[in-house]
């Protein structure tokens, strides 16, 4: 069956950096594309960054682009989300999905605060 296990959240402070990974398995992974998520308290779930299957071409949303770079490595059935200078309206659970598939992972928080 379809698993998607989120890694990497935290507590960091406004500026910092973290690096989030989501193991994928249950389905072939290099078919599909990868989206990453954000649901933040009181708000709903929006679209951070996504990476395609093919030529691995990049989508940003427009408030992380330029500090968040989303990357995969097929081999490990792997999506990653580096995210650099990251400020406190970042705060929000993270959760990583395959383009195609309803499955949604546990989510991972990240929590930006001094």
């Known amino acids: 069956q379809v698993q998607l296990v989120e890694s990497g959240g935290g507590l960091v402070q406004p500026g910092g950096s973290l690096r989030l990974s989501c193991a994928a398995s249950?389905?072939?992974?290099?078919?599909?594309?990868m989206n990453w998520y954000r649901q933040a308290p009181g708000k709903e779930r929006e679209l951070v960054a996504g990476?395609?299957?093919?030529?691995?071409?990049?989508n940003y949303a427009d408030s992380v682009k330029g500090r968040f770079t989303i990357s995969r490595d097929d081999a490990k059935n792997t999506v990653y989300l580096q995210m650099n200078n990251l400020k406190a309206e970042d705060t929000a659970v993270y959760y990583c999905?395959?383009?195609?598939?309803?499955?949604w992972g546990q989510g991972t928080q990240v929590t930006v605060s001094s």
């Open positions: 249950g389905f072939t992974f290099s078919s599909y594309a």
């Open positions: 990476i395609t299957r093919i030529g691995h071409s990049t």
């Open positions: 999905k395959a383009s195609r598939i309803q499955y």
